[in-house]
């Protein structure tokens, strides 16, 4: 039985020195940082450091980095905190279709309660529709929410030029989803609000935070204690904040010679697979290399998920928090595939750190899979 985890795009094995890091502020720094006598205040010495180590990283203040339990908590403060602060005078959003369930299932409640969302289309190349979002935008838009690369497709939408488009053609808060950017591409883009988790870079499970740049004001969806520069009440991880930085530095570190593997990785797949005749290669080729997503035409992407995962090999049939739910990917379907495609679609996702060994492994045992699967049918 093999042991090969092809899902880090959902989430990632905690470095150990992530680990390690935890445990120590756990143990040596259990004081609640609010406190004022001695304890307290290393605590919050060391809750600084965490917070200018994570600053450094992304290249921005200390006060812009505001700690939360992942991107789901990340995403909902920065479209919630920014479509109620504006309310007076900006009912409207842009996002994109492509976007996770933790921006889309905000945006839909938004709308019942009178804000009106466009969502931007894209095609099969993962190319955005600018002229779209630039026509769409008017003096009422008070947010644009794009993500910087899709979970399921790895398309790369361009952050950069979004972000001149929104702030040219109206005084919209620009956020970005950077959950799956962060730790596998330099973050040089401009934005003013950034979301992502620590378990995506080997961090821990419910650790992140919301990087919100100066003069970006949120209304708080947590009320309480005022912890968190009053947008996040409530008293603070110390160890999860310490692990996420020592998480961020690990990650960046190596991204680099994570990226150089990870090319090597993805051309290998492209190689390969397009050689099998069943195989339809969703990622385009300027996608992030990170996560390669493919289909096959005729057998439905839970069954071949399940025969790789009963041989050891842990692969995803598109992002783990729908793939639960029944039928399509809508990312895929809304990239213009059709129902086909985009209901047997599978999705390999990298740290980077793999060996190409085992994708060998994992190509041979596929093949092995479909030719079971044939006689089957
Ligand atoms: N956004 C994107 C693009 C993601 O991939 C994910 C995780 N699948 C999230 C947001 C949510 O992250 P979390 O579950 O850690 O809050």
């Not at 905190?81 to 938004?110: D, R």
């Not at 488009?165 to 330099?186: C, L, M, N, W």
């Not at 495609?341 to 060996?355: K, M, P, Q, Y």
């Amino acid at each position: 039985m093999h042991n090969i985890y092809l899902d880090n795009a959902s989430t990632t094995k905690t470095y150990t020195e992530v680990l390690e890091s935890f445990t120590k502020a756990s143990i040596d720094y259990f004081a609640n940082p609010a406190s004022t006598h001695k304890l307290g205040l290393l605590s919050d010495e060391l809750l600084t450091k965490a917070r200018k180590q994570i600053a450094k990283y992304f290249q921005v203040k200390d006060n812009e980095v505001i700690f939360t339990s992942g991107a789901t908590e990340g995403n909902n403060l920065a479209i919630k905190g920014v479509m109620y602060q504006n309310s007076s005078w900006g009912k409207k959003a842009i996002t994109t279709k492509g976007e996770h369930p933790s921006v889309l299932k905000v945006f839909e409640e938004l709308e019942q309660e009178g804000f009106s969302v466009t969502y931007l289309d894209y095609d099969k190349e993962g190319k955005l529709d600018l002229e779209q979002l630039k026509n769409s935008l008017d003096d009422k838009t008070s947010l644009v929410s794009i993500m910087a690369i899709n979970n399921e497709t790895g398309y790369i939408f361009p952050i950069e030029e979004c972000y001149k488009i929104t702030k040219r053609y109206s005084k919209a808060i620009f956020h970005t989803d950077a959950t799956q950017a962060v730790g596998k591409e330099p973050i040089f883009f401009p934005y003013d609000l950034l979301s992502f988790s620590g378990h995506k870079i080997g961090g821990i499970k419910g650790s992140g935070a919301l990087i919100k740049k100066s003069g970006v004001t949120l209304k708080s969806q947590i009320l309480g204690g005022g912890q968190e520069f009053n947008l996040r009440s409530g008293t603070s991880s110390l160890p999860l904040d310490v692990s996420l930085a020592t998480a961020i530095r690990l990650s960046f570190n190596s991204l680099e010679s994570r990226r150089s593997n990870v090319l090597k990785i993805r051309d290998y797949l492209y190689s390969t697979l397009s050689e099998i005749e069943e195989v339809e290669i969703i990622s385009p080729k300027n996608s992030s290399p990170f996560i390669f997503s493919f289909a096959l035409k005729e057998h439905k992407g839970s069954v071949v998920m399940e025969a790789l995962s009963n041989r050891g090999i842990y692969v995803s049939t598109r992002s783990a928090c729908s793939s639960r739910e029944k039928g399509y990917s809508y990312v895929i379907k809304n990239a213009g595939y059709d129902d086909i495609v985009a209901s047997n679609a599978i999705r390999l996702s990298f740290t980077g750190n793999e060996d190409l060994e085992d994708i060998k492994i994992f190509v041979n045992e596929l093949k092995d899979c479909l030719q079971i699967l044939k006689k089957e049918r």
